[in-house]
C-alpha cells in the first residue's frame, strides 16, 4: 500500500483533539482512501498526476474520513494542517532568500519554475503579464486544483490550497507576494504578483 505524507501530517492535529486510537484509525482509512483514488484517477496526465498524487488526492482522501467522523469540524482541520506545512515551507524558503543574490537569482528563475510547476503540463492556464528582474505577474484561468476537488466533491477544498499559497510566500524577506482573488474562493482567476522590495 502506497502511503501519503500529506496524510501523515494530519496525525498530530487529530491526536490532540480525538486521541491516539481515533487519529490512526482515521489517518489509516485516508490512506486506504488515497490508494483507492489513486487507481481510480491513475488515468490523468503524468503533469496532472504530480499535482494529485502529492497533494489534492491526499487532501481529500483524509479530508471525507473527517467529514464522515466530524463534519463540523473537518475544513477547520485541514486549513490548520496545511497552514502549518506552508509556513514551514516559507520558513525554509526565507532562509534561502538571505543568502546574497538570492533574491536576484530567484527573480530570474521563477518564471522558468511557475511555469514548469503550473504551466499547461501541468494542466494549468497560466498566462504570463510580466517578467522581469524587479517582478514576474500572472494569471491563471485554469487550475487542476479546482477541477479535481470539484470532479471529487470537496470543492470547499480548492479554498484550503489557495490559502496555503498566502501562508508559504506572504512573509519572505524582500519578495511581496501579491493576490487579489482565485478561482478556489470565486473569483474568475487567479492573479498573482511577485515583485522584490528594498
Known amino acids: 500500500m502506497k502511503t501519503s505524507k500529506l496524510i501523515k501530517r494530519f496525525r498530530p492535529e487529530l491526536v490532540r ?3 491516539r486510537e481515533e487519529a490512526t484509525s482515521l489517518i489509516d482509512r485516508g490512506q486506504l482512501e488515497y490508494n483507492r483514488l489513486l ?6 496526465p503524468d503533469g496532472v ?11 481529500v482522501s483524509i479530508y471525507r474520513q473527517l467529514h ?3 463534519p463540523k469540524e473537518a475544513l477547520e482541520i485541514a486549513e490548520i494542517v496545511m497552514k502549518r506545512r506552508a509556513e514551514s515551507a516559507g520558513r525554509r524558503l526565507d532562509l534561502l532568500l538571505h543568502i546574497p543574490g538570492a533574491k536576484k537569482l530567484t527573480m530570474k528563475v521563477l518564471p522558468w519554475f511557475v511555469n514548469r510547476l503550473y504551466g499547461q503540463y ?3 492556464r497560466l ?14 484561468t485554469r487550475c487542476p486544483y479546482q477541477v479535481l476537488t470539484a470532479r471529487m466533491r470537496c470543492p470547499e477544498l480548492c479554498a484550503v490550497f489557495c490559502h496555503s499559497d498566502d501562508y508559504a510566500y506572504g512573509n519572505l524577506s ?3 507576494f501579491i493576490r487579489s482573488g482565485t478561482l478556489g474562493t ?13
Open 39 to 44: 487507481m481510480e484517477y491513475a488515468h490523468l
Open 17 to 19: 483533539r480525538y486521541g
Open 68 to 70: 464522515i467522523e466530524h
Open 122 to 124: 501541468k494542466g494549468f
Open 174 to 176: 524582500g519578495i511581496r
Open 127 to 140: 498566462k504570463f503579464l510580466e517578467r522581469s528582474e524587479q517582478a514576474m505577474s500572472a494569471d491563471i
Open 49 to 59: 498526476m504530480w499535482h494529485a498524487k502529492r497533494a489534492i488526492i491526499p487532501m
Open 186 to 198: 470565486g473569483a474568475d482567476k487567479c492573479d498573482f504578483r511577485v515583485e522584490r522590495v528594498q
